[in-house]
């Protein structure tokens, strides 16, 4: 099938990403993808800023993955895991327990991210369930997050970006309080604090669960905080009697420099969940961790078992090579990476700054965002960016790179260029 043929067929048959069916816009046709190059069936290559959504941390056709992969093939690519199970998926579990912060000793595997977030908010309904307290079954977080898009994550979702207006009726209400004060550097604000305090305080009683993406909002805004608010939340969930759940499908496995990204604040939640780079963006795969008294909880309930078990559960190929991207993490070269990464964005990006209509440029370690004053024209600047050899996905009024751990000073130039030139497109339209 010719590139012509396969977009007649795209346009007619196959839904993308938050589109229109039949489709408006013609996507690129990817043929294959090698270290940090998409090459497309027009010859093109072009220098990923995106990492495959923030998945392919270690770039395409890593020969340790490929080979993992291939390894596992050999053995078997499934199993079911219900009365079944195998290393590739105890390993993978031991070795998330031992890399997530506190006491998260316990792990349901799934298939996406979406789904983990589920299961960890099925996991906090159930504890509170399960000790008598079905009243307990909201949900808090802070505006301008991303959870998911099935139904009970969307509705963590914030509620302007997140569709909250046309699912009106059929998303679960939840409590929401001001997006957390923006600017990583920018010292903690205690009026927010006590804000915080006075919502939690006030809906205590029917709250199961906080739930927040630590230190970075990744598809609600690409904003960043200061870890202290998470300090904050984990004391006031503690007074309160509300479950603390960190979403960290996006800033999991080093993208913000830590590990997770609750090392910044130095605090562990009841409930974990993990996606994304998990399996160095090769394969689906996505998890939900928790505490031993969570997982205690729920089996001291008239209901003792996790009532949740996706078809391809614990996936040996996903989590094969998900072990083999926790091996080269385990190198410990992501930490030094992300620095350069985040030095190179920082200068690559400051100019832009100057540019009028430019709101914000603000990084933290491998990510890198230039805010616009007005919605940015997707098609345009992603043509803008493809002439410089870059691939960017901007989503609103933001053009940002979240590239793969193992690119080059010279590549992460170019995909500044390709900001650069996307910016342009942007505000000069
Ligand atoms: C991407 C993302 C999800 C959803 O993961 P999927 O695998 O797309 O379902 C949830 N939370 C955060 C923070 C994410 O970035």
Redesign the pocket.
């Known amino acids: 099938m010719n590139a012509q043929e396969l977009l007649r067929l795209d346009r007619a048959h196959v839904w993308h990403p938050y589109g229109p069916m039949p489709g408006t816009a013609d996507p690129y046709v990817v043929e294959s993808a090698a270290g940090v190059r998409l090459r497309l069936a027009d010859g093109r290559e072009l220098v990923d800023g995106m990492a495959s ?1 923030w998945a392919a941390v270690h770039g395409y056709r890593h020969p340790v993955l490929d080979a993992a992969v291939t390894d596992q093939l050999g053995r078997m690519s499934h199993v079911m895991f219900g009365g079944l199970t195998h290393a590739p998926a105890v390993t993978l579990a031991r070795r998330l327990v031992e890399a997530a912060p506190g006491e998260l000793a316990h792990v349901f595997l799934c298939d ?4 983990a ?1 589920e299961v960890a908010v099925k996991m906090a309904l159930q504890y509170w369930r399960s000790a008598g307290r079905s009243a307990k079954r909201r949900l808090a977080t802070w505006r301008g997050g ?4 099935t139904f009970h ?1 969307m509705s963590v979702c914030d509620p302007e970006g997140g569709m909250h207006q046309l699912w009106r009726g059929v998303l679960p209400a939840q409590v929401f309080a001001p997006p957390p004060p923006g600017g990583a550097d920018a010292p903690v604000d205690p009026g927010y604090v006590a804000a915080l305090e006075t919502t939690l305080a006030a809906h205590a009683p029917e709250l199961a669960a906080v739930i927040v ?1 630590p230190v970075v909002q ?2 609600g805004g690409m904003r960043f905080h200061h870890p202290g608010y998470l300090r904050a939340l984990r004391e006031l969930c503690d007074a309160h009697d509300i479950l603390l759940i960190f ?1 960290e ?2 800033t999991g496995f080093g993208r913000t420099g830590e590990f997770f990204a609750a090392a910044h604040a130095g605090v562990a939640p009841d409930v974990l ?1 993990v ?2 780079a998990l399996t160095g963006g090769y394969l ?1 795969l ?1 998890a939900a961790l928790c505490t031993p008294r969570v997982a205690r909880g729920i089996s001291r309930g008239a209901v003792p078992v996790l009532a949740h078990g996706p078809t391809f559960m614990g996936n040996p190929l996903a989590c094969a090579v998900a072990n083999a991207s926790l091996d080269l993490l385990d190198t410990g070269a992501w930490r030094a990476d992300v620095a350069r990464i985040s030095a190179g964005l920082a200068a690559g990006l400051a100019p832009l700054r100057a540019v009028p209509g430019v709101a914000d440029v603000r990084v933290l370690g491998a990510i890198g965002v230039v805010q616009t004053a007005g919605p940015v024209p997707v098609d345009r600047a992603a043509a803008a960016a493809i002439a410089e050899g870059v691939w960017l996905r901007p989503f609103r009024d933001l053009i940002y790179v979240m590239p793969p751990y193992i690119t080059d000073d010279s590549d992460i130039a170019r995909l500044c260029r390709g900001v650069g030139a996307a910016v342009e497109a942007s505000v000069y339209q």
């Open positions: 959504w996406s991210g979406s789904v977030v991303y959870h998911g898009d994550p993406e990744g598809a979403d499908i996006a969940c996606g994304k689906s996505a």
